[in-house]
T-cell receptor, first 115, second 112 residues
Framework: DGGITQSPKYLFRKEGQNVTLSCEQN?????MYWYRQDPGQGLRLIYY???????QKGDIAEGYSVSREKKESFPLTVTSAQKNPTAFYLC??????????????FGPGTRLTVL | GQQLNQSPQSMFIQEGEDVSMNCTSS?????WLWYKQDPGEGPVLLIA???AGELTSNGRLTAQFGITRKDSFLNISASIPSDVGIYFC????????????WGLGTSLAVNP
């Protein structure tokens, strides 16, 4: 079955440590996205990538970094520079052409807690 | 960043009732998407709308792309307990920056 996987589901880290969240998709989508969700909030875009080896900052990129070395993978690193990293992180992917290219499909999310 | 105005913020209804929620924007959109999110899970796409005036159904769900291109509506008929969750609207304006604009969600509770 095609889909998006994120691992782990729950992640705990000490303050000051960098942590990398995994996102893999087998939908053959060119575009991938990272969002952050806080309680009672909508989704805020961190980074997105439309093609391998290229990515753009979203609305809240400070304190985060990404890489896109493979079409299937788009890992997100939460660095120690992120002031308030505890949140629910969602990865999504989409096509970049065709009638449904705006439709983003989401993984199950990773809940990061920084102690 | 820009956000959509989504209302109501929350709803508590009896099983079997119909539900309506809407999103409005100050700018014109070319695409409207409606998602449902269960607690602790990722959002699931319910309906996608691409044309002004378009009315699309998915089972008991019906969504419309407003004729002004600045709003969209989602209706759920004959609600059931599994409809519980948060419903988000998202829109995409002109241009090709691929950045969806999101509403803050409508939290739906259904009393069996």
């Amino acid at each position: 079955d095609g889909g998006i996987t994120q691992s782990p589901k729950y992640l705990f880290r000490k303050e000051g440590q960098n942590v990398t969240l995994s996102c893999e998709q087998n939908l053959n989508h060119d575009a991938m996205y990272w969002y952050r969700q806080d309680p009672g909030q909508g989704l805020r875009l961190i980074y997105y990538s439309q093609i391998v080896n290229d990515f753009q900052k979203g609305d809240i990129a400070e304190g985060y970094s990404v890489s896109r070395e493979k079409k299937e993978s788009f890992p997100l690193t939460v660095t120690s520079a992120q002031k308030n990293p505890t949140a629910f992180y969602l990865c999504a992917s989409s096509l970049v052409t065709g009638p449904s290219y705006n439709e983003q499909f989401f993984g199950p999310g990773t809940r990061l807690t920084v102690l | 960043g820009q956000q959509l105005n989504q209302s109501p913020q929350s709803m508590f209804i009896q099983e079997g009732e119909d539900v309506s929620m809407n999103c409005t924007s100050s700018s014109i959109f070319n695409t409207w998407l409606w998602y449902k999110q269960d607690p602790g899970e990722g959002p699931v796409l319910l309906i996608a709308l691409y044309k002004a005036g378009e009315l699309t159904s998915n089972g008991r769900l019906t969504a419309q792309f407003g004729i002004t291109r600045k709003d969209s509506f989602l209706n759920i008929s004959a609600s059931i307990p599994s409809d519980v969750g948060i419903y988000f609207c998202a829109g995409l304006g002109a241009g090709n920056n691929r950045k969806l604009i999101w509403g803050l969600g409508t939290s739906l509770a259904v009393n069996p």
